[in-house]
């Protein structure tokens, strides 16, 4: 079978068993048959001493958890001289009926006309002259899915997706602008006083495993990069990677306060944006959507998807010390809800749907209640209950979380959410009132 072929039907089939609710490929659907665990607990420590004060998080616990990821889960990414070099490529034209303006930037990762490039689209508030907080995700099938905007650039390279996305042989054609328009709602969220910037995931790394011949690894001259060992950061490393340099751009954007930028993904891109708050405390805020096993859902409970089938399906995404915990999640030092620690003291909204069984909502959730104690050591409100929020209730502090009626996707119900999240977090209390209206 041809790659391309192959890898849009393992899609096909990804997209299909995710939608099955019942315990067939051995999955497991019955709460009944989730197993007895015990969870690591984020506030002691490696030597069995007890985390007290936010002092010992900073000064060492958390540490030790960022290193544990870094080792077992998602992979080093070695530190490299790359020079982004900045091309923009539209300064700032008006767009969405004038409610907007709209950037492309290129931010090419090397001085080799052949380096890897991250095509960045932004879109501006166009009533806000100062600098606005912002949402920033990577995209499945590239910028121009957002928005069916004949100006933006379309995607060259290779994407997931099929033909009823307007992917034809893994590349976008013309037919796949606006093909994600309804989980991008650029208008409101530029309405809401928010920029909202966005680029393919696979300018950064190609998802699918060819032991990392093309994307960014190429970059980090490590040859075990290369052979992905141990403990070689994989694909969502390199795409976390990636938006660490586009936040290194914001940080010269005079129309984007990068101190206020919240990191948002859906899915794979969930599990990504979660590492990336994790990593780089740069992104004041992040918001994770149906990301599912690897993201914000407990290992542990086995539910859904599980460690081994996560690293059969895609073999690349995670590093390959993941693997030794395939059928073997309760020798992971760490579990999910360390993962949402490490953001603390920074805002993190989960956000689960109720139908996609395969993500495990109800793992999702104890994950951010297991993690609420180190939201509070660090004197924050962290969650603000102990119940479960009814499906299309959102329950909101310092963390969030809500169960969406319906499929595994984002849709406007998640994005009023995360608006009236960021406002909460980002927005002075007059900045909100006006724009409610
Ligand atoms: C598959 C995969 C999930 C992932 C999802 C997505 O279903 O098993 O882990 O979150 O694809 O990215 O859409």
């Not at 996707?409 to 406002?423: C, E, I, S, T």
């Amino acid at each position: 079978m041809q790659k391309n072929s192959f890898h849009e039907c393992l899609y096909l089939w990804m997209i299909f068993m995710s939608t099955i609710p019942s315990s067939a490929h051995g999955q497991n659907y019955e709460e009944a048959k989730v197993p007895e665990y015990t969870l690591p607990d984020p506030l002691v420590a490696e030597d069995g001493e007890s985390v007290r004060t936010a002092d010992q998080w900073f000064s060492s616990r958390r540490k030790e958890i960022l290193e544990l990821f870094r080792r077992e889960v998602y992979g080093r990414i070695p530190p490299t001289t790359v020079s982004p070099q900045l091309n923009v490529t539209e300064q700032g034209t008006p767009a969405l009926d004038g409610s907007a303006l709209r950037r492309q930037v290129t931010i090419r990762l090397g001085e080799e006309p052949s380096s890897p490039k991250i095509d960045l689209l932004i879109y501006y508030p166009a009533h806000i002259t100062k600098a606005t907080p912002a949402f920033v995700g990577l995209n499945f099938i590239g910028n121009q899915s957002i928005q069916a905007d004949p100006q933006i650039k379309l995607c060259e390279n290779w994407t997931i997706g099929g033909e009823h996305e307007g992917v034809v042989d893994h590349r976008p054609t013309e037919a796949s602008r606006g093909k994600k328009a309804s989980r991008w709602p650029v208008k409101e969220i530029v309405r809401r006083g928010y920029a909202v910037a966005t680029a393919h995931c696979g300018d950064l790394d190609p998802d699918f495993d060819d032991s990392f011949k093309n994307g960014v690894h190429a970059l980090f001259g490590n040859p075990s990069q290369k052979n992905h060992d141990g403990d070689s950061g994989g694909t969502i490393a390199a795409w976390s990677w990636g938006l660490s340099r586009i936040m290194d751009y914001f940080e010269h954007d005079a129309k984007i306060d990068h101190r206020r930028v919240a990191v948002v993904g859906h899915s794979r891109l969930g599990k990504t944006a979660l590492w990336t708050g994790a990593r780089d405390p740069r992104f004041a805020a992040v918001i994770s959507n149906n990301s599912g096993c690897g993201g914000a859902a407990l290992s542990r409970r086995q539910f859904g998807e599980t460690v081994e089938a996560i690293n059969t399906n895609f073999p690349h995404w995670f590093c390959t010390n993941f693997k030794t915990y395939n059928r073997n999640e309760s020798a992971l030092p760490v579990d999910q809800h360390m993962l949402l620690s490490l953001i603390a003291p920074r805002p993190v909204y989960v956000a689960s749907a109720t139908e996609d069984l395969w993500a495990d909502p109800q793992g999702e959730f104890l994950a951010v209640l297991a993690a609420d104690p180190v939201y509070k050591l660090l004197g924050t409100e962290g969650f603000p209950s102990t119940t479960k929020p009814k499906p299309d209730e959102s329950t909101q502090a310092t963390m969030g979380y809500h169960l969406r009626t319906g499929p595994h996707d984002v849709r406007w119900y998640d994005w009023q959410q995360y608006l009236d999240f960021a406002d909460h977090h980002f927005q002075s209390t007059d900045a909100k009132k006006k724009k409610r209206k």
